[in-house]
């Protein structure tokens, strides 16, 4: 298949780039599968509302079919097409109102219409209302809600940018809208508003403690602090690899000199060591003769999270045969950068 390539202005695309926005939004709205950027990662789109459509996103990413999507609105009128608006509780509203556009999914009773391939079976449906131009343009343009996961392959790193998804996607789908780099670089932040209390089934770009602030308390699915197969997240995508370059990670725990000490032993058994740490650490690391790469400073996690996955993902392009990442603390954004780090090295700690 050609994959078509739209370069888009991204502050006003309808204003700057409108041909290219009506080609993109053409192709969806005839069933095809076009990747655009969003404020989170790259999202890879198609009509939500045709299972043509959909099951396309499955076969273009390699995605287990129990895996359900989530849905991308541009306007509140959009909801209640799709959702069962009287069993909506009033948190998620406020949630809406608060984080809205934003990285916040809500995962909310579904009504008819939608593709039973979007939910893969279950009766709720996953939804947000991204805070980018060009996601919005094109929801707009075309007129459809779009469903939309990340535009990689299955268990690789999600893309924050167009040539990420060239790299997993070219020939794969019909077109790719190249709006630069995305913001937040992470995943949005998917919370249950089915139960009593909201529950937070992936961490990501909103935090727990944002959410609090609003609705006041907000439960963590007890399956995010296991790596034992007994717990089954409520989040189906939650229990796959993920985010996982091809050279095994390992976290590791500790100051820079334990990094350090850690990146020798590896090299007296003659590995080749790649090292992804904050600028910080790396700036402490003596040790020649590795790749290190930066991810940004610990002063700010906000960093951290926009280059992780560019980052991981760079590690490809070497010849390492082990990756030693540095690790962070598990509040606010911290809490979304570890769940990807656990992980991407499956679980897999030097202490
Ligand atoms: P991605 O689209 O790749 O960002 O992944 C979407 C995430 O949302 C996955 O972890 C899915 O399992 C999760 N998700 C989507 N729909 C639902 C739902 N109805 N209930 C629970 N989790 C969902
Ligand atoms: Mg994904």
Redesign the pocket.
């Known amino acids: 298949m050609n994959t078509k390539l739209w370069a888009v202005d991204k502050g006003d695309p309808i204003k700057y780039s409108y041909p290219q926005i009506m080609e993109a939004a053409s192709l969806l709205k005839e069933n095809e599968v076009v990747a655009f950027p969003t404020e989170t990662v790259y999202g890879l789109g198609a009509n939500a509302l045709s299972d043509q459509a959909v099951l396309k996103i499955f076969e273009a990413k390699g995605r287990p079919s129990d895996?359900?999507?989530?849905v991308h609105i541009s306007k509140m009128e959009q909801l209640t097409e799709l959702v069962d608006n009287v069993n909506v509780p009033e948190s998620a509203h406020q949630l809406m109102n608060a984080f809205w556009p934003g990285p916040l999914?809500l995962?909310l009773p579904k009504k008819e219409g939608v593709s039973q391939y979007v939910?893969?079976g279950?009766e709720?449906?996953?939804i947000r209302m991204p805070d980018h131009a060009v996601a919005r343009a094109l929801i707009e343009t075309s007129g459809l809600p779009l469903a939309?996961?990340?535009a990689n392959l299955s268990g690789k790193p999600?893309p924050t940018t167009a040539q990420h998804v060239e790299e997993d996607l070219i020939h794969r789908i019909a077109g790719i809208v190249d709006g630069g780099a995305t913001g937040v670089g992470l995943?949005?932040t998917?919370v249950?508003c089915t139960t009593e209390t909201p529950m937070i089934?992936?961490p990501g770009g909103v935090t727990k403690e944002e959410l609090e602030r609003v609705v006041g308390n907000v439960d963590v699915d007890p399956a995010l602090f296991s790596q034992e197969e007994l717990h089954k997240p409520?989040?189906?995508?939650?229990k796959y690899t993920h985010y996982a370059p091809i050279a095994p990670v390992y976290l590791v725990e500790g100051s820079a000199s334990f990094m350090e000490q850690t990146i020798k032993e590896a090299r007296l058994k003659g590995r080749k060591v790649g090292v992804l740490a904050t600028e910080e650490t790396i700036g402490q690391i003596q040790t020649t003769e590795i790749i290190a790469i930066s991810c940004g400073t610990q002063k700010d996690l906000a960093t951290v999270a926009s280059q992780l996955y560019d980052g991981l993902r760079a590690f490809n392009a070497t010849e390492v045969d082990v990756i030693f990442s540095e690790t962070f603390p598990r509040t606010g954004v911290g809490a979304a950068i570890m769940n990807r780090l656990e992980k991407a090295a499956g679980h897999k700690f030097i202490k």
Do not use: F, Y
């Not at 895996?67 to 989530?70: E, R, T, V």
């Not at 409520?234 to 939650?238: D, F, I, L, V």
């Open positions: 895996n359900p999507l989530i999914t995962v939910t893969a279950l709720t449906l996953a939309a996961p990340s999600s995943e949005s998917v249950d089934l992936r409520k989040s189906p995508g939650m």
